[in-house]
């Protein structure tokens, strides 16, 4: 499914269970059927009753799920440790890489590998006051890519995080607000939803590459985002662009 088609049917549903379901389902097309969402650290409102916190929504495999969560598995998961350490996604087998894991870290990922949770990525998303939430992806093949398809997965968490926050606090909103972007910053925008850089995008419109960065800040601070990637799923459904 493409991405505008997933913003298409996230905006029709209200429900959790949907949305999720929508979401494993194009996740799967990429070949990483294994999806979670959590709340690192606050207690999120709507979740799935069948999941305790920090988890919201889950699909893996019921007898993982079992040990995962009867061991409170999160306390120890290397992956909800890390999370707050990075600001784009990361892949799991990168973790005993970059950072000395401890036993029972390396014991977590090794069980999960063994459960069918075969060479996962994880998405950090980063919310108003601190909020750090996540958007887990794994796959049951050995020959799985997580690499080759980290920007498509990035882009369909950030859609599926923004379209959650909605159906969980209609009232904040973004499709409440009224935003305003100026003419340049829609066009930088636009541009950046074609997947150009700054660079790119100040050749095309003939400006510096600092002044395609100066309105992609200015069209964020309004939108409220965080990151490139959140800013154009926000326009999207804003129908800016």
């Given amino acids: 499914m493409h991405l505008f088609s997933f913003t298409e049917c996230a905006n029709q549903t209200q429900s959790l269970r949907a949305l999720f ?29 069948e999941y305790p916190p920090p988890s919201v929504a889950v699909n893996w495999p019921p007898d993982w799920c079992d040990r995962y969560f009867e061991r409170k598995y999160h306390t120890i998961d290397p992956v909800v440790r890390r999370a707050p350490m990075y600001s784009r996604p990361f892949l799991w087998d990168q973790l005993a890489k970059q950072y000395q894991l401890q036993p029972d870290e390396r014991r977590v990922l090794a069980e ?17 006051l601190g909020r750090l939430s996540v958007v887990s992806f794994a796959s049951r093949s050995d020959d799985a890519d997580p ?4 920007s498509h ?26 935003v305003t972007l100026s003419e340049r910053e829609l066009d930088c925008m636009r541009w950046v939803a074609e997947g150009k850089s700054s660079w790119e995008i100040g050749v095309i419109l003939q400006i510096s590459e ?20 959140q800013a154009i799923v926000m326009t999207m459904r804003l129908d800016l662009i």
């Fill in 21 to 49: 379901e929508l979401l494993v389902n194009c996740a799967t097309e990429e070949g990483f059927s294994e999806v979670a969402y959590g709340a690192l650290n606050f207690v999120e409102p709507l979740r799935l009753p």
């Fill in 112 to 128: 999960a590998r063994e459960a069918g949770l075969k060479h996962g990525m994880s998405v950090p998303l980063f919310g108003p």
């Fill in 147 to 150: 690499q080759h398809r980290i």
């Fill in 153 to 178: 997965l990035n882009a369909l968490a950030w859609h599926f995080h923004t379209a959650y926050v909605e159906i969980a606090r209609p009232s904040e909103s973004s499709c409440n607000r009224k």
């Fill in 210 to 229: 600092n002044t395609v960065n100066f309105h992609l800040k200015n069209a964020m601070r309004k939108l409220g985002a965080t990151s490139r990637v």
